[in-house]
């Protein structure tokens, strides 16, 4: 493949999305299961229906530009929920790690955020408005669970002891 036009860098921006969103579908039980407060666990649960359904939009996608299921790799988001995982497998205060998740997760979130917003425009741009509409309602929803999981972390759980039981 090469981009001979925006269509064609499109259509790699879909493929890259399907792998993304199928890898975070696997991901996120992994994340809901590791969390302690019952918001975050109920945040990452929420985020994993909505991610079904944003894979439901980039095979809609990419069936309008006339393409099937790709079987290329994002190793962007590849990176992402391995050091999701290795998190995870830290011991420590179950706020403690609560922090490190929700700081996991939102570099997934700002990935996607950039991956959406840059589907959306090669979209508009290249005359795909439905493409672009589906692109839309997942970067809204993407900003969403990104402005949630602030929400989460700044609404007292990390004031929820964690730094009193690390002070020396």
Same mark, same amino acid.
């Given at each position: 493949?090469?981009?001979?036009?925006?269509?064609?860098? *499109? $259509?790699?921006?879909?493929?890259?999305?399907?792998?993304?969103? %199928? $890898? *975070?579908?696997?991901? &996120? +039980?992994?994340?809901?299961?590791?969390?302690?407060?019952?918001? *975050?666990?109920?945040?990452?649960?929420?985020?994993?229906?909505?991610?079904?359904?944003?894979?439901?939009?980039?095979?809609? !996608? &990419?069936?309008?530009?006339?393409? /099937?299921? +790709?079987?290329?790799?994002?190793? /962007?988001?590849?990176? *992402?929920?391995?050091?999701?995982?290795?998190?995870? !497998? =830290?011991?420590? #205060? +179950?706020?403690?790690?609560?922090?490190?998740?929700?700081?996991?997760?939102?570099?997934?979130?700002?990935?996607? =955020?950039?991956?959406? /917003? %840059?589907?959306?425009?090669?979209?508009?741009? !290249?005359?795909?408005?439905?493409?672009?509409?589906?692109? #839309? $309602?997942?970067?809204?929803?993407? !900003?969403?669970? #990104?402005? &949630?999981?602030?929400? =989460?972390? %700044? /609404?007292?759980?990390?004031?929820?002891?964690?730094?009193?039981?690390?002070?020396?």
């Amino acid at each position: 493949m090469g981009f001979h036009s925006l269509k064609d860098v *499109l $259509q790699e921006q879909l493929e890259d999305l399907h792998s993304a969103e %199928t $890898q *975070l579908i696997a991901a &996120l +039980p992994k994340m809901a299961e590791a969390a302690h407060h019952d918001e *975050l666990r109920e945040a990452f649960e929420h985020h994993l229906e909505e991610t079904r359904e944003h894979l439901n939009r980039v095979r809609e !996608s &990419l069936s309008e530009i006339g393409l /099937g299921t +790709p079987t290329e790799v994002c190793m /962007g988001m590849k990176g *992402l929920i391995a050091e999701g995982e290795e998190l995870m !497998s =830290i011991e420590g #205060d +179950p706020n403690a790690k609560d922090a490190a998740l929700i700081g996991a997760a939102q570099r997934v979130e700002h990935y996607e =955020i950039a991956a959406y /917003g %840059t589907a959306r425009q090669l979209a508009q741009d !290249s005359g795909f408005d439905g493409i672009k509409d589906l692109m #839309d $309602q997942t970067l809204d929803e993407e !900003s969403h669970a #990104d402005k &949630l999981l602030t929400k =989460i972390a %700044t /609404g007292g759980m990390f004031k929820a002891g964690v730094n009193q039981h690390a002070m020396p």
